[in-house]
């Protein structure tokens, strides 16, 4: 009896904290910077757009009403640190903060995070992290959800410049060219939603350039044709498709900045008579 009570009172602590009564796995070799108060940086800290964040006050113990409740195995191989939690009102909708270390530049870090509010959506960044002190400051690289900018787990740095590779729909064909001349509308003219990817851009980013411009490398199609008629959504989709279909047939498989731009000025041609 004495044993169950003790057991209770660790239970009933644990949920006031909102703090697993499990130790989390951390990755190996750590970056001290990122430790506070001996643990990881609380994932939770990653998300929001505040430029500064306080150590002391963005962990999911400041959040009253949200509960640990495990870890995912498939994120812990990738080498993640986080951890899935609910509201203490409704353990049936889970959510998910992970993230991990790309690499070090001066005396930053890079950090992919990935997470899920237990809808839909799976949110992803690259972001810039410097610790002073209690707080971090944090230089947002790219954000998004899934065919919407969502980032791949892929990005790379090596002497100053990170590799990343992002999700793009029909729409980002012309934003990333920059040829909109008729001026189209996301969704109403092209497909531009969220389950909406079309292929994934590559992009690079050099860290020692103070102005951090992003650089457009190459678009990969991927070599599944049937799976280009799937988007249906926009005006203009349809003449999209076909286009892409053909460039496609004639194996095909990437665009490069020219190549972006000649299929984009084909499009902005034949699709708009």
Do not use: W
């Not at 012309?174 to 509308?185: G, T």
């Amino acid at each position: 009896m004495q044993l169950y009570k003790f057991l209770s009172k660790i239970t009933v602590l644990c949920y006031f904290l909102s703090f697993p009564c499990f130790s989390l796995t951390t990755p190996s070799h750590f970056p001290k910077e990122l430790l506070y108060k001996g643990q990881p940086v609380d994932p939770i800290c990653f998300e929001g757009n505040e430029k500064t964040v306080s150590l002391n006050k963005c962990s999911i113990q400041s959040q009253t009403d949200m509960q640990v409740s495990g870890q995912d195995k498939e994120f812990l191989k990738k080498n993640f640190y986080g951890y899935n939690y609910h509201s203490k009102d409704n353990e049936n909708v889970q959510s998910y903060s992970y993230y991990k270390v790309i690499g070090k530049f001066k005396n930053s870090f890079v950090i992919y995070h990935i997470s899920s509010g237990g809808g839909s959506g799976v949110f992803t960044s690259l972001n810039l992290i410097k610790r002073e002190g209690d707080k971090l400051i944090i230089e947002g690289l790219g954000s998004g959800d899934r065919c919407n900018s969502g980032l791949e787990d892929n990005a790379r740095l090596q002497g100053g410049i990170l590799s990343y590779t992002v999700n793009i729909n029909p729409f980002d064909y012309l934003q990333i060219a920059k040829q909109n001349p008729h001026n189209l509308k996301a969704y109403d003219d092209l497909a531009a939603c969220a389950a909406c990817c079309q292929g994934v851009a590559n992009f690079a980013r050099d860290l020692r350039d103070p102005n951090q411009s992003e650089k457009f490398i190459s678009i990969d199609l991927g070599k599944n044709i049937e799976e280009v008629s799937n988007n249906t959504q926009g005006k203009y989709q349809e003449c999209f498709n076909k286009l892409l279909a053909n460039y496609m047939k004639e194996g095909k498989y990437k665009m490069n900045v020219l190549e972006l731009k000649s299929f984009t000025n084909e499009f902005n041609s034949q699709c708009m008579q």
